[in-house]
């Protein structure tokens, strides 16, 4: 009985008491939630009007600095009022007396100031009744003198500008000036102290609301302390003392027991906690119970850490297939990436990269792993997932083939996703597989696409800015980029460089006799003939015009003369219409000089071919004629 007495004088002050007997009991405070949802409801009602006191202070002191604001603006525009009355006096009687036209001018635009000073005035009184009524008086001097200036100066005009002296000093214009500036004075006196009135009322809102919040804050503190304390004292503390009985029983005092006196989660706890405890002391098996639990645990966390592992290696591997095929300069170079990825990412697994052709009317691999079955050349209509415009997986039986699969071979586990970037589709990538990652194939899918997206963009961004763009050849600027970076390799490998310059005789006559159709026509068929008469290693360039120019690496004085010949001789057989009428026979004239025979410098060589070419302009044309200065040729390294 005294044990029980003591327990119940336990569970009374919210308490975990000490085990007395072979059943220990513990008793712990009841109502929590509820205790704890009342403070919450008070400090938020607490919070919420001092919000509300707060606000209504902040406003009234902001309404008090508005009007404050208002009568500052006030004064200014009166004082630009006055200042602007005074600068038409002072040009009207300037013009008065001198006729100068700048006073003139100066007057004029006095009279939009007024107006805008005035419409300021009557914005700043607002509803300020006492204060309105000075303003019909205000405009109304100000229309007299103005007008009474302008009277003035027309009197000036008709009398002359020195028989005005007497208008200059009339007494009622002086009544007029006078009325003014006595209204405006009396607007001013009376702004003036309602200013210093509401800058006290500001001043004294201001302490008042620096109070106001101080409290506030103080009232705010107390309230978060006080449920601080709360929570503490009902739920920290019995949180506490209910962990120090389950270390009681870890250590192995299973007696151990908590008496429930409440229904809240702290009774939960304590349920549960009896719960294990009866478990524990009854020998129910609960330790086979709890290996087998933690080994089917651990199986699970071990699964879900291989899962994460191999998550981690496709992000790591997803990143570094985004950096190559960024760093690619070549569409080649983003093939060996997807190849060497697909090997990595895809083990297991075959794989094919199809890219559409430039008439987008077949597909074609560009490179593989593995060894699939895929064909490596279709039409488009020969892939589901082309025509779906989406990922389409044949894994199921029964399931819709691609037909660019062979048909000889048992069909397998086959995904095909449309490779698509901008609306445009790209190409598409062939996984063959027992067992194939659907998700992480879209997801590189999606990289490959922006990657041969790019690489496309920059190459054509590429070419326009190295290519002509009416007869294909390599433009000027890479004629020049070019010409210091094969003069370097010649003079390394020990080897000459021809230099061709070729100009179109009598190209003016196309487009005179023919129109500019038929010259652009005249410049693309020798820019076929160009790049079909050169080597791979070969330069064509368009210099400007209708002159080009040819770079020939490793060619000798010599065989640069002979290549001239015979690209002069094949241009006399082009057939060129424009229209549908043939513009005539086309020649050419060529200057041809060689590195290291006629100079040590690029610009030096273009010049002697250049010369060159115009001798054979001036020996008749439809010549070619080699470059008459002949330099040293450099000394080998």
């Known amino acids: 009985m005294a044990a029980g007495g003591r327990s119940a004088r336990a569970a009374s002050a919210g308490v975990i008491s000490e085990p007395t007997s072979n059943t220990s009991q513990v008793k712990l405070r009841s109502s929590i939630g509820y205790k704890i949802g009342f403070g919450v409801t008070i400090t938020v009602l607490v919070l919420i009007v001092i919000g509300v006191v707060s606000t209504l202070t902040v406003h009234s002191q902001l309404k008090d600095i508005e009007r404050v604001a208002a009568g500052e603006q006030l004064l200014r525009a009166m004082t630009d009022l006055e200042a602007s009355l005074t600068r038409a006096e002072s040009a009207a009687l300037t013009f008065a007396l001198t006729g100068d036209p700048l006073a003139l001018r100066g007057f004029e635009s006095t009279e939009p100031e007024q107006k805008d000073a005035l419409e300021e005035v009557e914005a700043a009184?607002?509803?300020e009744e006492h204060l309105l009524v000075q303003l019909p008086a205000l405009r109304r001097y100000c229309t007299e003198r103005m007008g009474r200036l302008t009277q003035i100066m027309q009197i000036a005009r008709e009398k002359?500008?020195?028989?005005?002296?007497?208008?200059?000093?009339?007494?009622?214009?002086?009544?007029?000036?006078?009325r003014f500036y006595e209204s405006v004075n009396t607007l001013r006196i009376a702004q003036q102290a309602e200013l210093r009135l509401l800058r006290k009322q500001v001043d004294g809102r201001k302490n008042q609301t620096y109070v106001t919040l101080g409290v506030e804050a103080l009232v705010a503190v107390l309230m978060i302390y006080t449920?601080?304390?709360?929570?503490?004292?009902?739920?920290?503390?019995?949180?506490?003392?209910?962990?120090?009985?389950?270390?009681?029983?870890?250590?192995?005092?299973?007696?151990?027991?908590?008496?429930?006196?409440?229904?809240?989660?702290i009774g939960q706890l304590g349920r549960a906690f009896n719960r294990m405890a009866e478990q524990l002391q009854q020998g129910r098996g609960l330790r086979l119970n709890a290996e087998e639990a933690l080994q089917a645990t651990n199986a699970i966390l071990a699964d879900r850490v291989e899962a994460l592992r191999r998550k981690n290696l496709e992000i790591e591997e997803m990143s570094r297939l985004t950096e190559l095929l960024q760093t690619a300069v070549r569409a080649e170079e983003a093939y060996q990436v997807v190849a060497s990825f697909g090997e990595r990412v895809f083990p297991d697994t075959c794989g094919t990269l199809l890219l559409t052709t430039p008439s987008r009317t077949l597909l074609e691999a560009v490179t593989n792993w593995g060894e699939p079955r895929s064909e490596r050349m279709f039409s488009p209509e020969d892939c589901w997932a082309l025509r779906r415009g989406r990922a389409h997986p044949a894994v199921e039986p029964g399931a819709l083939h691609c037909h660019h699969y062979h048909e000889d071979n048992q069909p397998g586990n086959e995904l095909c996703i449309p490779l698509v970037a901008q609306g445009e589709a790209l190409g598409v990538l062939c996984l063959e597989g027992a067992v194939i990652d659907e998700q992480l194939a879209v997801t590189v899918s999606e990289q490959l696409s922006l990657a041969l997206a790019n690489l496309r963009l920059r190459e054509t961004l590429r070419n326009q800015s190295i290519r002509d763009g009416l007869t294909g050849l390599f433009n000027r600027r890479y004629l020049e980029a070019s010409l210091d970076r094969e003069l370097h390799r010649s003079m390394?490998?020990?080897?000459?460089?021809?230099?061709?310059?070729?100009?179109?005789?009598?190209?003016?006559?196309?487009?005179?006799?023919?129109?500019?159709?038929?010259?652009?026509?005249?410049?693309?068929?020798?820019?076929?003939?160009?790049?079909?008469?050169?080597?791979?290693?070969?330069?064509?360039?368009?210099?400007?015009?209708?002159?080009?120019?040819?770079?020939?690496?490793?060619?000798?004085?010599?065989?640069?003369?002979?290549?001239?010949?015979?690209?002069?001789?094949?241009?006399?057989?082009?057939?060129?219409?424009?229209?549908?009428r043939p513009v005539g026979p086309v020649s050419l004239s060529i200057g041809v000089a060689a590195f290291p025979y006629h100079g040590q410098d690029g610009n030096e060589v273009i010049k002697v071919a250049d010369e060159a070419l115009y001798r054979a302009k001036r020996a008749g044309r439809n010549q070619v004629q080699v470059g008459l200065e002949v330099a040293e040729p450099a000394a080998k390294a």
């Open 492 to 580: 390394r490998n020990e080897q000459p460089m021809g230099v061709l310059m070729i100009d179109i005789d009598h190209f003016k006559a196309f487009n005179d006799n023919f129109g500019h159709d038929a010259g652009d026509a005249v410049l693309q068929a020798l820019g076929v003939l160009l790049k079909n008469s050169v080597r791979a290693e070969d330069i064509p360039c368009r210099f400007g015009g209708e002159e080009f120019a040819v770079l020939l690496p490793g060619a000798s004085l010599e065989v640069a003369r002979e290549r001239a010949e015979k690209l002069r001789a094949a241009a006399q057989g082009l057939s060129v219409t424009s229209g549908g």
């Open 160 to 178: 002359g500008h020195g028989d005005i002296a007497k208008l200059l000093v009339d007494n009622q214009d002086r009544q007029v000036l006078d």
């Open 227 to 265: 449920m601080g304390r709360a929570v503490v004292n009902d739920l920290t503390i019995p949180l506490q003392r209910l962990v120090a009985g389950i270390t009681q029983i870890g250590e192995g005092r299973l007696d151990y027991r908590v008496e429930i006196s409440s229904s809240d989660e």
């Open 125 to 127: 009184l607002g509803t």
